[in-house]
Nanobody
Framework: QVQLVESGGGLVQPGGSLRLSCATSGFTFSAYVMNWYRKPLGKERELVATISSPTGSTAYADSVKGRFTISRDNAKNTLYLQMNNLKPEDTAMYYC??????????WGQGTQVTVSS
């Protein structure tokens, strides 16, 4: 059974930091491109960051470049998103996504991030 379980979300003040984790099981983690998406309330879903395997090459949305860092631990089957200098516009539900050539795609249930003073 495929599982992607996000954690680490919460309420943080502007300028603060959070680290999201996505623990996975049931598929060959190292064979998948892993992504973080987010969906603000009432808005479209947005691709935030992506990381390949095994090279670990990364890409980011312009809105988070220089503030967010995506990483993965293939030995632990876990994906991470370090978020620094958070802004109110980062408030959204954050989702972990596993994608193998656009054919096999899995999603987590999401974790809420709220940036507010």
């Amino acid at each position: 059974q495929v599982q992607l379980v996000e954690s680490g979300g919460g309420l943080v003040q502007p300028g603060g930091s959070l680290r999201l984790s996505c623990a996975t099981s049931g598929f060959t983690f190292s064979a998948y491109v892993m992504n973080w998406y987010r969906k603000p309330l009432g808005k479209e879903r947005e691709l935030v960051a992506t990381i390949s395997s095994p090279t670990g090459s990364t890409a980011y949305a312009d809105s988070v470049k220089g503030r967010f860092t995506i990483s993965r631990d293939n030995a632990k089957n876990t994906l991470y998103l370090q978020m620094n200098n958070l802004k109110p516009e980062d408030t959204a539900m954050y989702y972990c996504n596993a994608d193998r050539k656009g054919v096999m795609i899995y999603w987590g249930q999401g974790t809420q991030v709220t940036v507010s003073s």
